[in-house]
Antibody, heavy 118, light 112 residues
Framework: QVQLKESGPGLVQPSQTLSLTCTVSGFSLTSYNVHWVRQPPGKGLEWMGRMRYNGDTSYNSALKSRLSISRDTSKNQVFLKMNSLQTDDTGTYYC????????????WGQGTLVTVSS | DIVMTQSPSSLAVSAGETVTINCKSSQSLLYSGNQKNYLAWYQQKPGQSPKLLIYWASTRQSGVPDRFIGSGSGTDFTLTISSVQAEDLAIYYCQQYYDTWTFGGGTKLELK
């Protein structure tokens, strides 16, 4: 069955770079789109960016200057890198995928909590 | 960017009641090429990841109980939960996928 799992550091210092990995199983990254969504504590969901099945990427305009999404299809992994982190980047980061190349988020990882603090 | 506005932000209900959650988009989500509305609804229970309930504004995801009903078109959408059960207490989000992706601010369903 489809599974996604996020991994990365739980604590990042201000001004540093966040690196997260989403490891997927049950589907191929060349067939499904994978997105990153984040959620500050007690707040709503924010779409961050997408890795399309064909390798194209798109980003939230508010984050575009700081954000990069890449992948390694041989390892079934999608990567998120975001620089210049501040305290308001604290939150739970989810990777999520569509069914095929559709546009709603059918599958979600468990999320990983990232705290930005010195 | 398309802005999604949900109302109310919270709602207190008793088991068995019918509830309505509203979602309004800043521009139409109806694509003339296929007459489909590019809107989804998600449910997020405490401590859990969001779960897809509805897509194309009114199509239930496989396994979602039929008491969850999505309706609306253009810029105004509604999620109706008939005969609310205790397990439905959660935060509900609408999301547009017409132009990139944005979520509404959420509606928290609580017990009265």
């Amino acid at each position: 069955q489809v599974q996604l799992k996020e991994s990365g550091p739980g604590l990042v210092q201000p001004s540093q770079t966040l690196s997260l990995t989403c490891t997927v199983s049950g589907f191929s990254l060349t067939s499904y789109n994978v997105h990153w969504v984040r959620q500050p504590p007690g707040k709503g969901l924010e779409w961050m960016g997408r890795m399309r099945y064909n390798g194209d990427t798109s980003y939230n305009s508010a984050l575009k200057s700081r954000l990069s999404i890449s992948r390694d299809t041989s390892k079934n992994q999608v990567f998120l890198k975001m620089n210049s982190l501040q305290t308001d980047d604290t939150g739970t980061y989810y990777c999520t995928s569509t069914e095929g190349i559709l546009n709603w988020f059918a599958y979600w990882g468990q999320g990983t909590l990232v705290t930005v603090s010195s | 960017d398309i802005v999604m506005t949900q109302s109310p932000s919270s709602l207190a209900v008793s088991a068995g009641e019918t509830v309505t959650i509203n979602c309004k988009s800043s521009q139409s989500l109806l694509y003339s090429g296929n007459q489909k509305n590019y809107l989804a609804w998600y449910q997020q229970k405490p401590g859990q990841s969001p779960k897809l309930l509805i897509y194309w504004a009114s199509t239930r995801q496989s396994g979602v109980p039929d008491r969850f009903i999505g309706s609306g078109s253009g810029t105004d959408f509604t999620l109706t939960i008939s005969s609310v059960q205790a397990e439905d207490l959660a935060i509900y989000y609408c999301q547009q996928y017409y132009d990139t992706w944005t979520f509404g601010g959420g509606t928290k369903l609580e017990l009265k």
